[in-house]
């Protein structure tokens, strides 16, 4: 922080943050002027890439795709899932990311493989398709306590009209707006991310409301198009 505080008094440029909550703080801990940030959120996504033009090939799947960190909320994911299965054992939840066996944080490749053979649940491992993956799932859940910018995968989720079930942490509450086209959760709260994902599971009209809200909401304000404007105006007018 001190580091950053000095070089943009050294500078007097920008500071670009990706939601308001690291602007908040910056406002309060450094005591920067609001003129002194540009909130862009999310680093854009392509929404011809990410599109809703296919509905879930798989309509029983549930997705995490993240690093699988615990700060990432892969263990309460997994707790959700037990409680779900226990009234519709149908669902299927799948795992989609990469071990990172270097970090003291990461899941290890056992308690995966655990997982697999008595909590059913599947993982894909790492993927470089995953507009592909969302399209095969119904719901994309990330109950991350990591610090976030935006996370992307749910800005890409979103764009292909899936719901999303997140924390009500710092990044999350930029595309996740409570009921609308999602469902922001407490930090920790496995059985609350099985209540949601239930509530939509069973109302098809409901999955298809959150998905489309989601969609424009993207559309509006997350839209790699919206996003490159967006930096190269900040660019400009410091040039100007």
Known sequence: LGALNFLFRLNRGKVIVHNEDDARFLRKELAFMKDDIVLIKGSGVNMDEFNSETSAKDKSIILFASRLLVQKG??????????????????????????D????N???????????????????GYRDDISEVINQ????????????????????????????????????????????NGYLIPVHSPKEIATKILKIVKDENLCMRLGEEGRKLVENEFSIEKVNLDTLGVYRNLLE
Do not use: H, M
């Open 137 to 180: 799932s119904k719901i994309v859940v990330l109950p991350t306590y990591y610090g976030e910018g935006v996370p992307k995968v749910l800005i890409e989720a979103a764009s292909c009209a899936r719901p999303i079930i997140a924390t009500d942490v710092p990044g999350c509450r930029e595309i996740v707006i409570d009921g609308k």
């Open 101 to 104: 066996e270097n970090n003291p």
């Open 106 to 124: 990461s899941i290890i490749k056992t308690q995966l493989e655990d997982w697999n053979r008595n909590e059913n649940i599947e993982s894909w």
């Open 74 to 99: 892969v263990l309460d994911f997994v707790e959700a899932a037990k409680i779900v299965k226990k009234t519709r054992p149908e669902l299927r939840f799948v795992i989609v990311g990469k071990l």
